[in-house]
């Protein structure tokens, strides 16, 4: 069977909040390996293409967040006309998430 309209907007919604985690991460990560080259004296090129690395990393966050703004609207305007029989929890906890990564890791 396949997954229903509700399913896909909700896992659709949840990968997004996964994907930015992990950007945030990747961020700190790559951070931290800036500074390891530099207090170990590395190549300056090698920094910079790290940095480069880093820049692009963080371009990535806005338009993340553009996406989880695009689908949480989307699936709270599905969920407005809603009348299946799905459990609504994962969609409502999803939207809880959502709505917590954009109020809190504004940038």
């Known amino acids: 069977m396949s997954p229903s309209q509700l399913e896909i907007k909700t896992r659709a919604l ?3 909040i ?17 500074a390891s080259m530099k207090s170990a004296d590395a190549d300056e090129y090698e920094i910079k293409k790290q940095v480069e690395v880093l820049e692009d990393t ?7 967040r553009e996406k989880i703004q695009q689908s949480l609207e989307s699936l709270e305007q599905f969920l407005k ?12 906890a999803n939207i809880a998430t959502a709505k917590k990564v954009l109020s809190t890791n504004a940038q």
């Not at 996964?18 to 800036?34: L, M, P, R």
């Not at 006309?81 to 409502?92: K, P």
Request: net charge negative; aromatic share 6%.
């Open 14 to 16: 949840g990968r997004l």
């Open 18 to 34: 996964k994907e930015e985690t992990i950007y945030h991460d990747e961020v700190k990560e790559q951070e931290g390996v800036i």
């Open 58 to 64: 963080k371009k990535m966050i806005p338009l993340l």
């Open 81 to 92: 006309d809603y009348t299946g029989e799905d459990s609504l929890d994962s969609a409502s």
